[in-house]
């Protein structure tokens, strides 16, 4: 699914990824751990684009992104994003949220993109908000709305940017749990996230990234439990 | 003081008073409609990244922001004839003077609310496959546009009193009349007087009207 060879990104003089190299499989959930400044979601943004590449190569979905012919918004509808801020246009519902890009990019008809909606909105337990206008849903409630507006897209594959890393702490709980249940249900998914827990419990894979390289991968028990770089070591030590 | 001034013999004068209320409104709507797409294609041209429409719309801004609007006004109806060698009638001078003038202030306010919204507005946008046109229109443009009414409404305003100046050129606008009517019947108090409530009750209708466009937008 994506394939990611020597990947650099320099934003001015300021090395951010200095050469990553990484694969994943379809149906895999893998969480991108590491300290703040380390690069995680800067690779993140790198996979559909928000950043360009300074050098090396991305591939999503067979398609390279470096390759001028590919088309950069057909990879972006096979790549759902979910933010931090969650960033759900306020100036639209829940629904209208949601519809948008169905409607626009997909072409399908309204009355259909409001159906696929309202089925979104009740797998994240949230089908009586459907007319309500953003502002007046709480963090937990507005990410899951961004998630089902990712998913509306029905992509291939996701990635979550420090998902719940703006949540008031009571409200983490609601989404990890719709983001386990996309794991379940066999979703590809790249996660860079600050939550050990959910990182040991749902991931097929960890990645430890810091000073913009992959410091160490592995099965989520044996990074947690037996770390082998003295960097990945001390970086859980401090967090867990 | 009593009977000094003759305030009902005003009434006289209302039909010269409606004709110049008149085109001061023509000149106002046609002028400012104008001025609004001028400046919602030259304030999307100073954030744009091809140089030549930031260039252009650059130059635009800056070389009417920085000279008077009587100057435009007289170089447009004076002076571009003769190097056009076509003469314009003084109410489409003046729309054009209106339009060129407003448009560069509406650019401003344009380009200000549009890069005030977040970047992750774009960013959302663009991560679920819509093109750079289709973010700005059905995303950044709604919310950039409810941002631009109230300094949208403060630039009607002054156009609106700024069409005054247009009676040096001789539009026979509201300033116009009043000018001529004051000098031919020697009631300056009486006619200036009403003028200056004439365009009082046209920026104080539009600041009512867009009071109720900006509670209806705020829907939120």
Redesign the interface.
Known sequence: MIKVKDLHKKFGDNEVLKGIDCEIQSSEVVCVIGPSGSGKSTFLRCL?M?ESITSGDVEVDGQNLKDPKTNI??V??E???V?Q?F?????KTVIENIM??PE??RKISSSEARERGLKLLEKVGLSEKADQ?P??LSGGQQQRV?IA??LA?EPKLMLFDEPTSALDPELVGEVLEVMKQLALEGMTMVVVTHEMGFAREVADRVLFMDEGIIMEEGKPEQIFSNPKSERTKEFLNKVL | MEGRFNWAGVIEFIPELGTGLYYTLLISIVGLLIGFILGAIFGLGRISKNKLFYGISAVYVEVIRGTPVLVQAIWIFFALPLITGYNMDSVMAGIVVIAINSGAYIAEIVRGSVQSI?K??V?????????QN?TMR??VW??AF?RMIPPLGNQFIISIKDTSLLSVILVPELMFQGRLIASNYFNAVEIYTTVAVFYLFITLTLSYVLRIVERRLD??
Request: glycine fraction near 8%; charge should be positive; avoid cysteine.
């Open positions: 559909n928000l918004n057909m972006r509808t790549v759902g994003m933010f801020q960033n759900l246009f306020p100036h948008l890009a626009k990019v206008y502002s007046s961004a507006r990712a897209m | 977040e992750g507005q960013e959302a946008g663009r991560s679920l496959g819509l093109s289709q059905y995303i709604p919310q409810k829907v939120q």
